[in-house]
């Protein structure tokens, strides 16, 4: 009998960790049993996984990490036999005790550490677990060279390591055909609201575009904190539309269907989820040049021309812009360059040396 890889991917929300670890085994080559949380939102359902029963919340997760958890190591202890390794495609906070499990039984562990370093605002004590995770590996991945300088090269000794590059999101319904020139374009900020997303960027910024120039702006994703917006103008409120909830992926494609240009203010990023439904999307991206964006996409800090495969060509070589176009593996349409000149005074809080075009 050939032995299987067992993979866990626990999450509960779904979100971008399924959408990658779905996307993963699309590709998937070996014969492996996946397991999922019972509870976890129905279109973050994986089709073929099992079920195990994780936590709900706070309290849930101190009970069962306590009383629940070990139950579930002795029951694969038994069940180890049958693989031939373990693979985590993402963090969770019960991540740690299999890998030691599995350690103890002399069984490879793949893990793949999508960010290295907490984000600012994201639960710190993430970190040691993080950490830990990546000393007890034998093999990690990450998707970015980004990620992996940020993690302390002690954790990283006499481990195989591999950068493979986050895929696409190519969600169900969402158009992958390049956006057409609209005179008014809908602009998009798309996940959720962390500290670290630069949405007050984003509105300082906003304010200097003349309200003419576009439909309006929608922020749309649950945020993790309270975000300022008394300060605007009653015709910029008038144009800004805020969905403040986590949106089921029939909404989702139809917002990235619907807008017409993505706008990334992050101030801090590892690689993004985000970036890969609008890749798939033929999406028209600003992005601030930090952290894992420069990988995933092709960038420069001129604008792009219907030349394609790199060729570019400055529109406001005078004005202190960091804000890069996507150019998607494709050209765009030479209209993109315009809304881009719409947000060409948006001014970034990091800056990092520009990536030029692999040949």
């Not at 050939?2 to 998937?28: A, M, P, W």
């Not at 190591?73 to 499990?101: A, C, D, E, T």
């Amino acid at each position: 009998m050939v032995k299987q890889v067992l993979i866990l991917s626990l999450c509960r929300k779904g979100g971008g960790f399924e959408h990658y670890t779905d996307n993963v085994l699309r590709h998937f080559t070996l014969p492996y049993t996946i397991y999922q949380s019972s509870y976890i939102n129905k279109e973050g359902k994986i089709k073929g996984a099992k079920s195990i029963p994780t936590y709900r919340g706070e309290i849930s997760f101190i009970f069962n990490s306590i009383f629940l958890l070990p139950l579930l190591l002795v029951h694969f202890f038994f069940l180890s036999r049958h693989y031939s390794m373990l693979y985590l495609p993402h963090f969770h906070f019960w991540n740690l005790p299999f890998m030691l499990l599995f350690r103890l039984l002399k069984k490879p562990v793949i893990y793949t550490e999508h960010d290295g370093v907490v984000h600012f605002g994201d639960i710190r004590f993430q970190q040691p677990l993080i950490n830990l995770c990546l000393k007890v590996a034998t093999h990690i991945v990450f998707l970015t060279h980004h990620v992996k300088s940020l993690v302390p090269q002690n954790l990283l000794r006499h481990k195989h390591i591999t950068i493979i590059p986050h895929g696409i999101f190519d969600l169900t319904g969402l158009h992958n055909a390049p956006k057409t020139c609209k005179p008014m374009p809908t602009l998009l900020f798309f996940g959720r609201v962390s500290k670290y997303k630069g949405i007050e960027l984003l509105l300082e910024a906003i304010q200097q575009v003349p309200l003419a120039s576009f439909k309006k702006l929608v922020i749309a994703g649950k945020s993790s904190y309270t975000y300022n917006t008394s300060h605007l103008s009653k015709g910029l409120l008038a144009k800004l539309e805020i969905i403040d909830e986590f949106l089921p992926q029939k909404r989702i494609v139809d917002l990235f269907n619907n807008a017409d240009i993505l706008l990334m203010p992050y101030l801090e990023a590892s690689q993004s989820g985000v970036a890969a439904i609008a890749i798939a999307n033929a999406m028209p991206t600003v992005c601030t040049k930090v952290g894992g964006l420069a990988e995933q996409f092709i960038l420069n800090s001129s604008l792009a021309t219907r030349g394609g495969g790199g060729r570019m060509k400055s529109a406001t070589p005078h004005k202190p812009v960091r804000f890069l176009l996507n150019l998607m593996s494709q050209a765009l349409p030479t209209c993109c360059c315009r809304y881009l000149q719409i947000l060409a005074c948006m001014n970034p809080l990091v800056t990092m040396p520009l990536f030029e075009p692999k040949s």
